[in-house]
């Protein structure tokens, strides 16, 4: 399964929508208000390539009429971006409010709701992506300036506070990521209500803490508990339902609860089909981990079906390269491998070993993992002296990476010393 917060992103961007203010008296004598105000509608019920249509039209006659930098203008764009972030990935969604950020700051000035909002957007996404200690470190400064200026109980304050609580997490700090989030969820009951989309989106966030610090029995109650609330609020199919059912769904695996966990997956996946597409991330994600419960089972042919059709999908949407494409790939291999099809699985090793040093590096984790499993893949087919290179380079890469007593260091001495024994017996 996905790192607890990788598929927090879709939700946090729909927080952001709901951020997103009325448009302003200036605004009323535009002709493009009611555009807005449905988009901004469209937008808060989840219906986002609806709310992207009339925004891309909306941006461009504002763009002619009022100027590329009028405010009015910029807000639709910010709205727009929010809208197609909840069907981009992460580097994206970096990369647009990178563009967006400086002309927000330069039309509303830094202190700001947009360019604030924006600015919490961004370090959210820079956390996904890798950098989670140098948003952190950003975050603090910018939640200070919002308190300030927009107040303590304020929603986009209260927003950053929840991305701050994500990047900790992120971080490797759960224990300060579950005492910031319950925080900001008590003042969001108290100010918006119990059943408010910002308190409902503070549980799901502190759900993931849990999940994330191992306190699996609470989070699954919690998690139930908040899905019920969510179905009878928004209905089984409101994308808000489903994030938390697919948050479910891993916290099931992570039990070991597999056979309730396909269950939920071989429910969950044509429903997120039907509402967000087949070829939308988060869609892409859970048939993964549908293939990934398969194979835990053992249910090996269904898995590479699976693993089969989606792979060129998430290529294609993704990229060849993106760390969830390489990792269906990986599992691929095993599946493969566990059916006895050692030569394809060698291949299929082979072709990910430069993947990954290509798209992470030589000492990279996955790299290494890759190296381990194809050596272990060569030894099953008494390959001895093919791999042992491969035997000894994931070795030394993972004592240096992780340590000697690692798990996974002690997994590779353990092989290492197998293929040794069967390179002398040659």
């Known amino acids: 399964m996905k790192p607890p917060f990788t598929n927090a992103s879709a939700f946090t961007?729909?927080?952001?929508?709901?951020?997103?203010?009325p448009v302003t008296a200036h605004a009323a004598e535009d002709a493009g208000t009611k555009a807005y105000e449905t988009a901004l509608a469209l937008s808060r019920e989840a219906r986002y390539p609806e709310a992207e249509k009339i925004l891309q039209k909306l941006v461009k006659s504002r763009t002619q009429a009022l100027g590329a930098?009028?405010?009015?203008?910029?807000r639709a764009r910010l709205l727009l971006a929010a809208a197609m972030n909840n069907r981009s990935t992460l580097p994206e969604v970096e990369m647009r409010m990178r563009e967006l950020l400086p002309v927000l700051t330069k039309v509303f000035g830094p202190e700001q709701r947009?360019?604030?909002?924006?600015?919490?957007?961004?370090?959210?996404?820079?956390?996904?992506n890798g950098r989670s200690a140098q948003a952190v470190e950003q975050f603090r400064p910018l939640i200070a300036t919002m308190t300030r200026v927009l107040g303590a109980e304020d929603r986009h304050t209260?927003?950053?506070r929840e991305n701050l609580a994500g990047a900790l997490s992120e971080a490797g700090k759960p224990a300060a990521a579950e005492e910031e989030i319950r925080e900001v969820l008590g003042i969001s009951r108290r100010c918006f209500g119990p059943e408010s989309r910002n308190a409902l989106g503070c549980e799901d966030l502190l759900i993931l803490t849990l999940h994330r610090r191992g306190q699996k029995e609470e989070a699954e109650k919690r998690c139930r508990a908040l899905l019920d609330t969510k179905t009878r609020l928004f209905g089984a199919e409101s994308?808000?339902?489903l994030y938390t059912r697919g948050t479910l769904t891993e916290i099931l695996y992570a039990q070991h609860k597999l056979d309730e966990t396909e269950a939920q997956l071989r429910a969950?996946?044509?429903?997120l089909e039907k509402v967000?597409?087949?070829k939308h991330p988060e869609t892409l994600r859970y048939q993964s981990d549908l293939a990934l419960t398969l194979a835990a089972q053992g249910t090996y042919p269904e898995a590479e079906k699976r693993y089969r059709s989606l792979i060129p999908t998430q290529a294609q949407v993704l990229g060849a390269e993106n760390a969830e494409t390489l990792s269906s790939r990986r599992n691929l291999a095993r599946v493969l491998s566990e059916q006895g099809k050692k030569a394809e699985a060698e291949k299929e090793y082979r072709a990910l070993l430069t993947a990954n040093e290509h798209a992470f590096g030589a000492a990279h984790g996955n790299t290494l993992r890759i190296c381990h499993s194809l050596a272990g893949c060569l030894w099953e087919q008494e390959k001895d002296a093919e791999a042992l290179p491969y035997a000894q380079r994931a070795l030394e890469g993972r004592t240096r990476l992780l340590g000697r007593d690692a798990a996974d260091?002690?997994?590779?001495?353990?092989?290492l010393e197998k293929v040794q024994q069967g390179a002398t017996r040659l």
């Open 409 to 415: 260091t002690q997994a590779s001495r353990r092989l």
């Open 158 to 160: 209260l927003q950053a």
């Open 114 to 128: 947009e360019p604030l909002t924006c600015q919490s957007t961004l370090l959210h996404a820079m956390a996904s």
């Open 13 to 21: 961007f729909a927080a952001l929508l709901l951020t997103l203010g």
């Open 276 to 278: 967000h597409g087949r």
């Open 69 to 74: 930098e009028d405010k009015e203008t910029l």
């Open 239 to 241: 994308p808000a339902t």
């Open 268 to 271: 969950l996946v044509p429903l």
